[in-house]
């Protein structure tokens, strides 16, 4: 992945601290990102994904009213949702396993723990536009496949339909 194709992609960045979105926005530009939303609450996020055209996000876990799990079931589940296929990358300070599974279970596509190195950042943007993972939906979740795996053994009960999703984060700019 080199710096010529990740300067056409928009970022969406939300977390109520504004020193971090100073400190995402610096990283991403030594990717060669330029283009970014800032958001300081799932509310204004959400109406940022709705009327620009995002092609993936970072957010934080902790925020006042809604939180980063909250505005990914937002995204993933709202009917008013331009793109539930969004990557979603959520950067928390909280990394208990708790917190990562209730990420997960959320939607989250990848969680990144703060304090935050420029080469864990970009293997989690890399692993998002190089390798998305297919999207599947069950009666109680939809989102990223959790499995990292695939498995072209296993037919048991437990086998999810995949849903249909972008091939590839060009498809999604395009869009």
């Keep these: 992945m080199s710096k010529r194709n990740l300067e056409r992609l928009r970022v969406l960045i939300v977390d109520d ?27 204004e996020a959400f109406d940022l994904v709705r009327s620009e055209s ?7 876990y902790q925020m006042e009213i809604l939180d980063g799990t ?13 793109n539930p296929y969004i990557p979603v990358v959520m ?4 990394s208990e ?27 989690k943007v890399a692993s998002v536009i190089n390798t998305p ?21 296993y037919r048991g009960p437990e086998r999810r339909k995949q849903e249909n999703m972008p091939d590839s984060i060009d498809e999604i700019a395009a869009e």
Excluded: W
């Excluded at 909250?70 to 008013?80: C, G, P, Q």
């Excluded at 396993?97 to 293997?123: H, I, N, W």
């Excluded at 109680?140 to 498995?151: A, K, M, V």
């Design 91 to 94: 950067l928390t300070a909280y």
């Design 133 to 153: 993972r297919p999207f599947v939906r069950t009666a109680q979740y939809f989102g990223p496949d959790r499995r990292r795996h695939d498995s072209e053994t």
């Design 17 to 43: 601290n504004h020193h971090m979105i100073n400190i995402v926005k610096t990283i991403l530009r030594g990717f060669g990102i330029k283009d970014y939303y800032e958001a300081r609450d799932a509310v």
């Design 54 to 60: 995002i092609d993936f996000v970072i957010v934080d």
């Design 97 to 123: 396993r708790s917190k990562v599974e209730q990420a997960r279970d959320a939607g989250v596509t990848e969680f990144c723990c703060k304090p935050v190195t420029a080469m864990e950042l970009y293997r």
């Design 70 to 82: 909250d505005f990914v079931r937002l995204v993933r589940n709202a009917e008013d949702s331009p």
